[in-house]
């Protein structure tokens, strides 16, 4: 069962800076399957990126990742008020899905 | 769009039954998960089902889980048995894209407290 660490588990950032979240999967995984959502205070979550890299519809260009093998990215070049939330990536296989533990960005 | 439906309270050792109702699209080409969030935590992922009846759990809890579809009612359902209070979580309904592989469509989310 291949399991995901998201690292730092809480950043405490001011909006206009630049956050990076990772994702490391215990294994190597294919990056098609790795998903990352972003999820604010009691919402569901929501699809930011697919594919590794792939934006989602309606998802700002602000937001991008990266990565392949074992080590994952998302990059939010420039914090907007409304991106301070909770970030959790997944990847899916072999009829098994697995979240990574969360990253939290919080303001400053 | 998704709506998760159900009793808030359940009591310990009984068992949680929910429903996602699907509506604005069909339900028989797509596989239906379950996701739960206990309080302040992260999300696990319960299990999928289909139409066809396939299904697949979360290791951990397929010996206490049944997901199903009802294509007649346009219904997807969870039961969880002998429930503790460590299954107190928010419940999700959430339809998978093979083409994503991610979940593009979530249910808002069901408060469920297990309790006596």
């Known amino acids: 069962e291949i399991v995901l660490t998201q690292s730092p588990g809480t950043l405490s950032l001011s909006p206009g800076e630049r956050v990076t979240v990772s994702c490391r999967a215990s294994?190597?995984?294919?990056?098609?399957?790795l998903v990352w959502y972003q999820q604010k205070s009691g919402q569901a979550p929501r699809l930011l990126i697919y594919?590794?890299?792939n934006r989602a519809s309606g998802i700002p260009d602000r937001f991008s990742g990266s990565g392949s093998g074992t080590d994952f990215t998302l990059t939010i070049s420039r914090l907007e008020p409304e991106d301070f939330a909770v970030y959790y990536c997944?990847?899916?296989?072999?009829?098994?899905?697995?979240f990574g533990g969360g990253t939290k960005v919080e303001i400053k | 769009q998704l709506q998760e439906s159900g009793p808030g309270l359940v009591k310990p050792s009984g068992t949680l039954s929910l429903t996602c109702s699907v509506s604005?699209?069909?339900?028989?080409?797509?596989?239906w998960n379950w996701i739960r969030q206990p309080p302040g935590k992260g999300l696990e992922w319960i299990g999928f089902t289909h139409r066809s009846g396939r299904t697949a759990y979360k290791p951990s809890l397929k010996s206490r889980v049944i997901a199903s579809v009802d294509s007649s009612k346009n219904q997807v359902s969870l039961r969880l048995n002998s429930v503790t209070d460590a299954d107190t979580a928010v419940y999700y309904c959430a339809k998978w894209s093979e083409s994503m592989r991610a979940y593009d469509i979530w249910g808002q989310g069901t408060t469920v407290t297990v309790s006596s």
């Open positions: 294994q190597s995984v294919e990056s098609r399957s």
């Open positions: 997944q990847y899916y296989a072999n009829s098994l899905l697995t």
């Open positions: 604005g699209g069909s339900i028989s080409s797509f596989y």
């Open positions: 594919g590794a890299f």
